[in-house]
């Protein structure tokens, strides 16, 4: 490994650099959602965005065991059937990987180089976490849940599982869940089977599969993917801030059809209707605008109202537009209480949370 | 459009020119097979392969029909409840795409940038095509048989309805399916919902998915899918020659884990069992090698039995390998009786129906 991995930096891509191979190995793997099947309220299988760090791995249910330990007062070892006997509940949740957008930034940081495409929504089933720990009997004291997965690997050079915590006020939340399902048919395997972690809100990262482990620790817990990976950082050696809940982001369905290679979208002149989602891990979208002129001039897109049965899946706009014929640049933005998506890029230097509008130009003839 | 692709040929990328952006949009579209799922006698949903050439349509199955015309006595028209009050049947298929380890080609052809994964094997359910092709009774003198779908878009300077011919006697195989399910549940969207065309033994393109009309013609198909696009070409201008057939392929599941962003492989000194999978959609394998020192020798792979209940899915292979310390290259090499995976790139302008072998570099410490 070179001295940059080793250092645990991650890499930016030079001025003009196209995407590499190691890059590209990546892309291939995991997969994002078609735009087109922004459509379907909740994403059919294959459709939903899937990153894995390293391998799926292999895990027998049968002999599966989840344990929870450290800082409780009675640590819990419990197998599938144990967990699917207690009440479960299904939750529709919008999940967003938290480096959704980091191909279009400049310069590029490397690593899994998304365009826009890294989202999905699922129904998970699974119980609630926050009355298991509660019988494990969380210490006094206790500062952070760590939630680790049966994959395993290299990142900057440091071999681990992958293991990411969550404070315990988050993990206590009534809605996290430890879910075995997803659509209604067991966990697939690159989702996570026999059991992974859903914590409505947070980008993808938090969501931890193929759970093994819970540990409750009495102090901040500073492994890899909470330390150095999932951060804001603008410095070389910046410590950074954690990246936590997901940003409001509107996407739209691109209208007509495309070019194969270039994916340049062509319609005829006329009424087209517009349409998308919208979402936001930190307060209810209260508002969608579409720019046809590439953002001189905004419109109220027509934005659902909120479904109190779904408060963590997306939501859908539409907007009617006469298309006159040229080429246009179509833009959506978002906004929550919280604020809207940038018109520029805010660059970090690992390409984390970011939430630039997409830019989708069209020729209409 | 640039004239490049209004004279409707192919690009070839500069040498060292990296992965481009429209190529990128390409590999987040669609997605490859993670080789660790090679794992899996039957991919499980969302791993298998995916390849769309423009959207993923939107199809009603209530309102869907397919028509069947052109060089026939009675053209049929008939829906879904219709196809599926015939007898049923399900066939285990190993399908590739035939642009597999396009992006590995040197200079690269500039299309969907597929490394090595662009493989999968499922389970199709539906109806034979010949029993309705002889209920529409074939003309003497009909030649191809069209297969048009409702996916729409431009390709090179073209716009069309993906469209995809077959010879007649191919088509009328026996084991040529009208598919409506996949792994027992109805097809998903990007698989071809609600019908799709399975021609086991040929690579994707010929399994022509969301499939709304045949047609039968008494001459040779000159669409652009089958007279520009799929097909094996050296110099500019010249037309080549159809791709067809799936050529001997073997890929190694690969041992130990990975590196996240390099995807390097490391793993323990000793004992390991290697294993993968092997197909061609030509004749049966008869082979698999593997060298563990970058082709400089070969040791014949336990190969498991040819199995009659499924003749057109990949089959099993492994080896024991104990590994020593170092840096070693990994090869392996399936061989039908047509021949043996060639060992130094067979180069084409589109990139197709490449079966150079795969080159897996671990690090045993």
């Known amino acids: 490994m070179t001295d940059t991995v080793a250092r645990g930096r991650a890499r930016t891509a030079e001025p003009g650099e196209g995407i590499g191979l190691d890059e590209l190995a990546l892309a291939t793997r995991n997969h994002g959602l078609p735009l087109e099947a922004l459509r379907y309220d909740v994403t059919p299988p294959g459709l939903h965005y899937v990153l894995t760090h390293y391998d799926i791995p292999a895990v027998d249910p049968a002999s599966w065991r989840l344990g929870i330990t450290g800082a409780v007062q009675q640590p819990l070892d419990l197998d599938l059937t144990a967990l699917q006997a207690r009440p479960a509940v299904t939750s529709r949740v919008t999940l967003e990987c938290a480096g959704n957008g980091r191909a279009r930034l400049e310069p590029r940081p490397v690593s899994q180089p998304w365009l826009l495409e890294a989202v ?46 969550l404070p315990l006020a988050e993990a206590m939340r009534p809605d996290v869940l430890l879910a075995w399902a997803m659509n209604g048919a067991d966990l697939p395997p690159q989702h996570g089977a026999p059991l992974r972690l859903v914590v409505p809100g947070w980008y993808g990262m938090a969501h931890v599969k193929w759970l093994t482990r819970i540990e409750v620790l009495d102090h901040e817990f500073d492994g890899f993917q909470n330390a150095v990976a999932y951060r804001l950082k603008t410095e070389p050696g910046d410590p950074g801030t954690p ?34 989602r919208a979402w936001s891990g930190r307060a209810p979208i209260t508002r969608v605008e579409v720019s046809t002129d590439g953002g001189g001039t905004w419109t109220d897109a027509e934005l659902d109202p909120p479904d109190p049965a779904h408060p963590f899946a997306w939501r859908s706009w539409t907007l009617d537009w006469t298309a006159p014929p040229g080429r246009h640049e179509l833009v959506v933005r978002a906004a929550d209480s919280s604020g809207a998506q940038p018109l520029e890029q805010e660059w970090n230097r690992q390409g984390m949370a970011n939430n630039l509008v997409q830019q989708v130009p069209v020729t209409v003839s």
């Open 120 to 165: 999905g929504t699922a129904e998970w089933t699974g119980v609630p976490l926050a009355p298991l720990l509660e019988e494990a009997g969380v210490s006094a004291g206790a500062v952070d849940v760590v939630f680790t997965g049966a994959d395993h690997g290299v990142e900057r050079g440091v071999e681990q599982d992958y293991a990411r915590a």
């Open 243 to 276: 990246v936590d809940r997901i940003r409001p982001r509107a996407l739209l369905a691109p209208p007509g059809f495309p070019d194969f290679m270039s994916r340049e979208r062509f319609l005829p002149a006329g009424p087209v209707q517009l349409s998308g």
